[in-house]
Each structure stands twice: as structure tokens, then as C-alpha cells.
């Protein structure tokens, strides 16, 4: 009896480091991203240092909305995901809206980026206002991961043009009412470079703007955000607007941020406005435990009781 209990304390430490162990092997977060890589085109994908970086921003994401793509043949893209699957354990694949905008000389697309491990497209959809409302009508496209708590989402894309900013925000509420009604999803996300911030929308432009008004809708980065690079603004032009509860339950708290790559990975400020005045927004969905990680939990949780009663028994 002496040596049983001796032992015992050992035991279920022994235990209960397993049973943090599996808890710890929880699946990461997911990571959606919007980043406006103003004019990347051919030319701009030749550059290595522009690639390079952008392929470490890119990879970083499950998902990644990159807007101002200029690339009627696909080729800067192309250059792109070829950059980025050379990394060793994912492999990432892209899906483009058409040429937008009213000047033949400033057609841009929105490329959603994606990780093929972690989430799949189930469907896309280009938004065609009439009259012309957007400069370049929102792109959504519906994403289902079984990573992600909320598993089934619908990611809208919009970069407005600056002038007319709070006239695109006006009407991106029936933009949202038309893609529910077409795939019967209320968990949307509208991201991108909305120009919400700073003289382009004021306070008091806000209060007519459903968006801002309907409180089923979140902001996800703040008014007092600077989403730009440079020190001459300070303005929240990008963003992440969520709908509904069941969504912004399934995001990590306080994830929606900006990512400062120039900080965080040492670069010059120089290197960063190679790619865009603007920095990366990103936000985390939280991760759904397997089916494993539950058994193995409750097959620690029987083990311990086994062994506890056992060792009493003596």
C-alpha cells in the first residue's frame, strides 16, 4: 500500500502533462487577409524583392483577398502562386473576378487566395450594379473549411474609388441582401479597401450608412486604425465587416489587425512601398477540435479516473 501510494502522485502527473499535451495540439487559426498591392501586375511580379515579400505575406494566410490586380492574361498571378508553392507543406490556388472598372485603362481584378488544405471554393459570384454604382462592382465568393467553427462563409471583396466611397458604402447593403438570397449563407464578410476613414467618410457620413447603422453588422478595425504606410496619412481606409453573431463568435477576439510586414519581418519601409501604400488587415476564424483530439481527450479523462479509483481501492 505504501509503494501504490507513493507512486500515485507520479502517476497521475504523468497524467496530466498527457492530457495538456493533447490540449495543446489544438489545430492554429485560421487567417483570412485583404490586402490592396496597388497595380501589382507583369511587371510588378518580374521584381524578386516585390515577389519574395509578397509570397511571405501571402503564405502566411488560409486565405488572402489581394485587390488592384492588374492581369488580363493571368500571368502576375500565375508568377505568384508558382512563388509561393515552392514552400514545403501547403499548396495554395487562386480564383479572380473579371477585369472591373469604368476606364479602359485602369481595369483591376480582386484574386482571392487560398489555402487547398484547409478550405475549398464552393462558389463565386460577380455583383453587377445597374445603374453603375461601384467603380468596380464587388466580387463574393463562398468558402467552406471544416477547420473553422463557422465552417460555411461568404468573403466579399470590394476597393472603392475614394470620391465616391460613401456612395459604394451605401449600396453594399443590398450587395449583401442579393448574396444571401443567393446562396441562402447570412455569414458574410465584406473586406477591402473601402477609402472608410479620413475625408472620404466622415462621422457624419456614417449615420446613413446601413452598414454602420444596422448593429448586426461588426467593424472588425476601428476608426482610430492606420491602415496606410506612409507618415503623411493616418487613416483607416481598409476593413473587415462582419454579419451576424454566429460569425463573430467563430473569430478569435481582438485578431482583426493590421499587419505590419516591414516591422515584423525587418524590411525597409522603402521595400514596402515597392508593393503598396497600404498595409495587409487580417483577422483569425477560431479552429473546430477534431473528432481525434475529443477521443483522446476523453480517453486520458477515463484513464485518470481508472487509475485514481484504483490506487484508493488499495
Given amino acids: 500500500m505504501e509503494c501504490g501510494s507513493s507512486h500515485l502522485p507520479h502517476l497521475l502527473l ?34 524578386y524583392k516585390v515577389l519574395h515579400t509578397l509570397t511571405r505575406v501571402v503564405y502566411r ?4 483577398l489581394l485587390q488592384h490586380v492588374v492581369d488580363p492574361d493571368g500571368s502576375a498571378i500565375k508568377k505568384l502562386l508558382t512563388s509561393i508553392n515552392r514552400y514545403e507543406g501547403f499548396t495554395y490556388k487562386s480564383v479572380s473576378s473579371k477585369p472591373l472598372g469604368r476606364s479602359p485603362t485602369d481595369m483591376q481584378q480582386y484574386v482571392f487566395i487560398y489555402r487547398t488544405q484547409t478550405v475549398n471554393e464552393t462558389g463565386q459570384y460577380q455583383y453587377q450594379s445597374e445603374p453603375q454604382v461601384f467603380t468596380r462592382d464587388p466580387f463574393a465568393v463562398q468558402f467552406q473549411s471544416s477547420r473553422t467553427k463557422i465552417n460555411s462563409f461568404v468573403l466579399i471583396a470590394l476597393h472603392s474609388e475614394p470620391p465616391q466611397a460613401v456612395t459604394e458604402m451605401n449600396q453594399l447593403h ?60 493616418n487613416c483607416p481606409y481598409d476593413r473587415i465587416v ?42 483569425t476564424l477560431r479552429s473546430r477540435a477534431s473528432l481525434p ?22
Fill in 174 to 233: 443590398d450587395v449583401f441582401l442579393e448574396v444571401i438570397k443567393k446562396w441562402d449563407n447570412k455569414n458574410v464578410m465584406f473586406l477591402g479597401d473601402f477609402h472608410a476613414g479620413c475625408a472620404y467618410m466622415t462621422r457624419s457620413d456614417k449615420k446613413n450608412i446601413q452598414l454602420f447603422s444596422n448593429t448586426s453588422f461588426s467593424w472588425l478595425i476601428g476608426d482610430k486604425v492606420d491602415t496606410t504606410v506612409t507618415d503623411k496619412t
Fill in 14 to 47: 504523468l497524467f496530466f502533462s498527457l492530457l495538456t499535451l493533447s490540449v495543446g495540439k489544438r489545430s492554429p487559426d485560421f487567417r483570412i487577409c485583404a490586402y490592396n498591392v496597388q497595380k501589382f501586375d507583369k511587371q510588378k511580379s518580374s521584381n
Fill in 293 to 314: 483530439q475529443v477521443m483522446t481527450l476523453m480517453s486520458l479523462l477515463l484513464s485518470i479516473s481508472v487509475v485514481t479509483q484504483s490506487f484508493v481501492s488499495l
Fill in 61 to 64: 494566410c488560409d486565405i488572402c
Fill in 242 to 283: 462582419v454579419h451576424g453573431k454566429t460569425f463573430l463568435k467563430a473569430i478569435t477576439p481582438f485578431s482583426a489587425q493590421v499587419y505590419n510586414f516591414g516591422k515584423q519581418l525587418k524590411i525597409s519601409k522603402s521595400d514596402v512601398t515597392r508593393i503598396s501604400d497600404h498595409f495587409p488587415i487580417e483577422v
